[in-house]
């Protein structure tokens, strides 16, 4: 009988976790497409003056699924004690996103007891939790949404006020918020630390090489296990008949059974035809690359800017698991830029930062050198109040024609790395299941025909 064949387009980690899992479970002959000409996607190691820096995040958690799926590659990994913090007012640091011990240093014990009581006021105040600061209040309260600095980082993440902002993204980016924040986990995590304080957390950074080497495992565990990888393959339509879907890249048009992109909407509304009514607006990215020679004034991998001051979101120094190169501290700076906001301006955006780090007491005690930079387009999707809904009825009209959505661009969906890793395994398993459903002859399989 001839072998079903599914089309996943995308070779980032969605498309990669995807394309290995329904292999194995029998979904087909997988063929996986990416227009690049390696694999990674939004995962990437540029590299500057000798070393690889990333664009975002280069750590994942030991239980990260893409372990799961390609258990070889832990091994090239490295282990390192991950400290993430956050900068307020004043330049003072906390644990992320906020610790109630830091909390009191910081702000006095005054300040403590009025955000206790804040918070017990806002569980009644903000109860329908209907909006995003409302969401927010319910939680930490207004005295810590607002002094605390988690109000000034989620706006400077999407250059929006906060009410513009959908509870969606809550949903999907305040995970950790909504764990720290509910009475059963303070109180757990209270006493976990009464007994035995809890200094870092144990996290796994990407090859030492750069996420180029990562993925160059990936596509080698890929290709041996029979998924077919093409790379340089810049799919640029797909039309459906009554046999399936053709799917075209710039060599040849191939006929295929199912098709699941993980590319953004947009292109993939365009590579079908259909109208799409919604703009799918996103949040690009600039990411600075330093070195700096001295004591940054911080003790940690990752130090997050909760402070009214400066455009920059994050900041990420690579010494924690790879060393000091030549005694140098390799650090990038995130800052988000939102949708129209014209021609970049590295040197003003490097200023910027300068003029913030100094403010809070960071990087002023050594020397700092701008090496470079790099722009991500479409970095974060940003959730509009009053856009959400058009947004999941032009993914409904996609799914209607037959398309599978799934991923970070592919769905539109603000999933970190794992996240995006466990949505694939799932789509794996719902390909494996309507391969199954197809076999038997009484329930053909055919796309609609809308
Ligand atoms: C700046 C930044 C910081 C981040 N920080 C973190 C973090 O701290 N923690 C965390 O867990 N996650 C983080 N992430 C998220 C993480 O990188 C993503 O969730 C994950 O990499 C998304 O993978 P994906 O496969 O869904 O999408 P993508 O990586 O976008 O993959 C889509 C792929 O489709 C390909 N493609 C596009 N068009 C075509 C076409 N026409 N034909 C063929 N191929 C095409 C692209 O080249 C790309 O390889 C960050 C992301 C960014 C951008």
Redesign the pocket.
């Known amino acids: 009988m001839k072998r079903r064949r599914v089309a996943v387009?995308?070779?980032?980690?969605?498309?990669s976790v995807l394309s290995l899992h329904a292999k194995r479970l029998n979904a087909g002959e997988i063929t996986l497409?990416?227009?690049?000409d390696i694999?990674?996607?939004?995962?990437k190691s540029p590299e500057v003056d000798g070393f690889p820096y990333d664009?975002?995040?280069f750590f994942f958690s030991p239980d990260h699924p893409v372990f799961r799926i390609f258990p070889g590659l832990i091994d090239h990994f490295v282990e390192f004690d991950l400290r993430v913090r956050t900068v307020t007012e004043g330049g003072k640091q906390d644990r992320y996103p906020l610790s109630i011990s830091g909390y009191r240093k910081n702000h006095g014990s005054l300040t403590m007891l009025r955000a206790g009581a804040s918070i017990l006021w806002n569980k009644w105040a903000n109860r329908t939790r209907d909006t995003l600061p409302a969401i927010c209040r319910y939680y930490v309260g207004d005295v810590i949404y607002m002094g605390g600095g988690l109000k000034n980082y989620i706006e400077r993440l999407y250059s929006l006020h906060d009410h513009e902002i959908d509870p969606l993204f809550a949903t999907k980016r305040m995970a950790k918020l909504v764990d720290l924040a509910g009475f059963r986990n303070r109180f757990a995590t209270s006493l976990r630390d009464a007994w035995k304080p809890r200094k870092h957390a144990v996290a796994l950074a990407r090859p030492r090489a750069g996420f180029q080497h990562m993925y160059a495992v990936i596509e080698c565990a890929l290709t041996a296990e029979g998924v077919d990888v093409r790379t340089e393959?810049?799919?640029?339509g797909i039309e459906k008949d009554e046999r399936g879907f053709l799917v075209s890249t710039d060599r040849k048009t191939e006929r295929f059974d199912a098709v699941v992109s993980?590319?953004?909407v947009p292109?993939t509304a365009r590579?079908i035809d259909i109208p799409i009514h919604q703009r799918f607006e996103t949040v690009s990215?600039l990411?600075l690359f330093y070195s700096f020679e001295g004591d940054p004034g911080f003790d940690a991998e990752v130090m997050s800017n909760f402070s009214n001051s400066g455009r920059w979101k994050r900041m990420i120094d690579f010494s924690g698991p790879y060393g000091r190169s030549h005694e140098l501290h390799r650090i990038s700076v995130?800052i988000p830029l939102a949708p129209h906001s014209g021609p970049v301006d590295i040197q003003a955006a490097h200023r910027d930062f300068m003029a913030s780090a100094h403010s809070l007491g960071l990087l002023v005690d050594g020397d700092i050198e701008l090496l470079g930079h790099h722009l991500?387009p479409h970095?974060?999707p940003i959730y509009r109040t009053d856009a959400v809904a058009d947004l999941e009825r032009d993914k409904q009209a996609i799914s209607d024609w037959g398309i599978l959505l799934c991923?970070?661009?592919?769905a539109f969906d603000y999933?970190?790395?794992?996240a995006?890793a466990a949505n694939a395994i799932a789509m794996a398993e719902r390909l494996a299941r309507d391969a199954a459903t197809a076999l038997t002859p009484s329930n053909r399989w055919r796309p609609s025909h809308s």
């Open positions: 387009l995308g070779g980032g980690m969605t498309g497409f990416e227009r690049a694999l990674g996607g939004l995962h664009i975002g995040a393959a810049n799919v640029q993980t590319i953004p292109v590579l990215l990411t995130e991500t970095a974060y991923g970070r661009q592919g999933v970190s790395s794992a995006a």
